[in-house]
């Protein structure tokens, strides 16, 4: 049996925090595949499942490095989400600060790897950072598409039919995720 590592520094505390984000993440997103689901946008609803499937392999993704190296890993409790929107627009901005908060997340988690010679850790996050490029870009897409569409929320519906639901064009280089991606 393998000795485990209790958390001796900055970053793999971070790393542990890093777990809770990303799964509080999941967990809005849901939310907001069900809000849209119960709203009959099933191309919304698809989008934002997917993507809080995805929030979750990133989550795991985490769990796995800190496994692969003996580090201690306890899975936090998230958040209470928000659940109620009162237009379609409310939720999709919510999910863009939502991606600028992770952004941020990941990238403090970087350097603080750096600033600490985890020159593994660090390899290891650059895959995150190039994901949340991603991120940030499509739902500020999004979002301007919502923007546009004055409330008609098919015209974001027809967005996605032409733009699917699908892995990151990062996924080929991604990380394992403990217990399988999703």
Excluded: C
């Excluded at 809000?35 to 499937?53: E, N, T």
């Excluded at 940030?136 to 301007?144: A, D, V």
């Excluded at 996605?160 to 639901?165: I, S, T, Y």
Aim: proline share 4%.
């Amino acid at each position: 049996m393998k000795k485990i590592e209790p958390r001796t520094s900055r970053a793999q505390n971070l790393m542990e925090d890093q777990v809770g984000n990303e799964l509080n993440a999941s967990q809005q997103y849901l939310a907001i595949a069900v809000w849209f689901d119960q709203r009959d946008l099933p191309r919304l609803a698809a989008y934002f499942y997917r993507q809080s499937v995805r929030k979750r392999n990133h989550a795991l993704r985490v769990v796995q490095y800190m496994m692969d190296n003996n580090i201690a890993v306890e899975i936090p409790a998230v958040q209470t989400v928000r659940n109620d929107f009162s237009d379609p627009r409310e939720p999709i901005a919510l999910t863009l600060e939502q991606e600028r908060t992770v952004t941020q997340e990941v990238t403090t988690l970087s350097s603080v790897l750096r600033e600490e010679g985890d020159y593994l850790g660090e390899q290891f996050m650059r895959w995150f950072l190039s994901e949340q490029v991603d991120e940030l870009s499509r739902m500020s897409t999004m979002l301007n598409i919502t923007d546009r569409s004055q409330g008609n929320m098919f015209d974001l519906e027809d967005y996605l039919k032409r733009d699917p639901v699908g892995d990151s064009r990062y996924e080929s280089t991604a990380p394992r995720t403990a217990g399988g991606k999703l």
